[in-house]
């Protein structure tokens, strides 16, 4: 875990620090101890201000899930795409097939994105949830909870999706239905052509 994941350690041991000194100082007037509350203070503010400037790689892919899930919902398809690798075609197909199946409506939500580093950070693997109404292109519309698992590499021009798993959002046991579309547009779109 990156220090600017959570700037809570660094604010609660800067606050307990300047209690301390505060106490320190009130007792003995001394004048070091009110330093101390004040390197305290700056400390605390150096955190959160860290905190804001820095980016992890945790991040960085939360706020790509987000923006990518908000491509999809606007129907902006080759935004979408921009966020899946060159290398993962499957995926892009069935961002595609999902693209031509459903229209999410404006009440989108993505919650409990879960990022986790492999490969020393070249990869990553993240899970998270959507929650919409959508209307479908066979007919119909209804609620819709779904929860995805997918898989991301680090790229030259910055982390792309290679991988996505439909999840139960129940039990987070993998759903067949996204894998025969996978199998269709393979069949359909053969890699190369």
Known sequence: MWPSESPWIILIISLVGVIISIQVWMTRQHWGALAVAIVCLF????????????????????????AMTSAFQKRDLDKTLSYISDSAWDVKLLAAEGY????????????????????????ARAQFRVNTTATYKQGG?????????????????????????????????????????????RRLYPRGE
């Open 43 to 66: 400390l605390a503010a150096g955190g959160v201000i860290y905190d804001q400037v820095v980016v992890t790689p945790r991040e960085m892919i939360g706020k790509e899930i987000l």
């Open 100 to 123: 031509n199946q459903v229209e999410l409506h404006n009440d989108m939500r993505v919650s409990d994105i879960q990022v986790e580093m492999l490969a020393q950070g070249q990869r």
């Open 141 to 185: 519309a209804g609620r819709l909870a779904t929860m995805w698992e997918s898989k991301w590499q680090q790229e030259t021009d910055g982390w792309k999706m290679i991988e996505i798993v439909a999840l139960d959002p129940l039990n987070s046991q993998q759903l067949p239905f996204l894998e025969s579309y996978r199998e269709r547009v």
